[in-house]
């Protein structure tokens, strides 16, 4: 079962919430999410019990406790929403028209 552990001090580690989740069972992974552009914690990690009950007992055991001056926030983990890929559209180029003597945005289904 994957858990979804919200609300962390920014100086928890994966070893600290490792620890804190085995006493409920068999930690299978520990991912504390990082920030790309500072390397700090975001503030939350997802933890993958052994099993549906030994997932569930932490939930029950371990929500709403202390942890480094916080109070956790544990439950199941959702799956991940499809994300649309690629960018925005539209726009064209921009070229610079000489009769107006401005910019103009150029389509090219003109």
């Known amino acids: 079962m994957k858990l979804y552990v919200g609300n962390l001090s920014y100086q928890t580690t994966e070893n600290d919430l490792e620890d804190l989740f085995s006493q409920h069972g068999t930690v299978r992974e520990v991912a504390l999410m990082m920030d790309r552009m500072t390397g700090r914690s975001r503030g939350f990690a997802f933890v993958t019990m052994g099993s ?3 997932g569930q007992s932490a939930i029950d055991s371990l929500n709403g406790k202390d942890l480094g001056g916080r109070n956790l926030t544990i439950n199941e983990a959702r799956p991940r929403e499809e994300r649309s890929g690629g960018g925005g559209g539209g726009g064209g180029f921009k070229r610079f028209d000489q ?3 401005r910019s103009s945005f150029s389509r090219s289904h003109r």
């Open 52 to 54: 549906a009950t030994e």
């Open 99 to 101: 009769r107006s003597n």
